[in-house]
């Protein structure tokens, strides 16, 4: 249903009040990080292809920070000085959302906006219960179970502050949706680990300790996260219809406020 209007409103949005066809829309560029993990291109250009097919009409592009084909700033050079919506294939603030991506994009011939990060946000909970659930975690928990169960919330980590906050957010809305304690670690860069994390869980008597991988494609931190996992580790989100709807929600939110400053 979600996609259904997601279409309706793009065809809608194409026409003017006179009924005349309005001029196309501003591109969405999906920034990635990169990866050497080729798990990771692939799965970004899948995740690319369900855009696509919710937004028909909508063009929609691929640029990367670092280590993979096409970069950022070729993309937008490639864009000449068209419009374009800048959305990053990540999951909270830090420097690349703060720093690399503006500074590209203002380096750039391309007029463009850029989005919000893809977390926190609902939609990010609910792919990540779906794939704990595709895991093996139990929807029908007796109490007694959810005594002894909690979940890590497996992330990259960054020295940004404000990327903790992000990350702890997304643990309170899925801990709320699961009905048990759900603790943040990350891979790098922050505290605790993933090892951590699950000593703290089972020294408070939660010894069925489920890693939720909070990371948007396969590769080498949530390979190593998963590893750790002591019950059940879950896959990235991935290619999950919400990643999708979450990429063209961030896209919308950046066109209303571009609508609104214009007028």
């Given at each position: 249903m979600n996609r259904i209007s997601s279409q309706l409103s793009t065809q809608l949005s194409l026409v003017s009040l006179d009924g005349t066809r309005r001029a196309d829309r501003p591109a969405l560029v999906v920034v990635a990080h990169g990866s050497r993990d080729p798990r990771t291109l692939s799965t970004v250009h899948r995740l690319l292809d369900r855009v696509r097919e919710q937004r028909?009409?909508?063009?929609?592009?691929?640029?990367?920070?670092?280590?993979?084909?096409?970069?950022?700033?070729?993309?937008?050079?490639?864009?000449?000085?068209?419009?374009?919506?800048?959305?990053?294939?990540?999951?909270?603030?830090?420097?690349?959302?703060?720093?690399?991506?503006?500074?590209?994009?203002?380096?750039?011939?391309?007029?463009?906006?850029?989005?919000?990060?893809?977390?926190?946000?609902?939609?990010?909970?609910?792919?990540?219960?779906?794939?704990?659930?595709?895991?093996?975690?139990?929807?029908?928990?007796?109490?007694?179970?959810?005594?002894?169960?909690?979940?890590?919330?497996?992330?990259?980590?960054?020295?940004?502050?404000?990327?903790?906050?992000?990350?702890?957010?997304?643990?309170q809305l899925l801990s709320a949706r699961l009905g048990v304690p759900v603790v943040p670690a990350y891979a790098s860069a922050a505290t605790p680990t993933v090892d951590t994390a699950v000593r703290a869980l089972a020294a408070r008597g939660r010894h069925r300790v489920a890693v939720a991988s909070y990371f948007t494609a396969p590769g080498l931190f949530a390979t190593q996260c998963a590893e750790k996992a002591p019950w059940i580790a879950s896959a990235p989100l991935g290619t999950h219809p919400a990643m999708a709807d979450l990429l063209l929600h961030r896209y919308d939110q950046a066109m209303a406020v571009r609508v609104t400053t214009a007028a």
């Open positions: 028909p009409g909508l063009s929609v592009h691929l640029g990367h920070i670092e280590l993979n084909a096409p970069l950022l700033p070729d993309t937008l050079a490639s864009l000449g000085d068209a419009e374009a919506v800048l959305v990053p294939l990540l999951l909270s603030r830090g420097y690349h959302v703060k720093r690399d991506i503006p500074e590209m994009a203002a380096a750039s011939p391309a007029r463009t906006r850029v989005a919000a990060p893809l977390g926190p946000h609902p939609l990010l909970v609910e792919t990540l219960y779906a794939r704990l659930v595709e895991a093996g975690w139990r929807t029908g928990m007796d109490e007694e179970t959810r005594r002894t169960s909690a979940v890590v919330l497996a992330a990259a980590g960054s020295r940004d502050p404000e990327a903790a906050v992000d990350t702890r957010r997304t643990a």
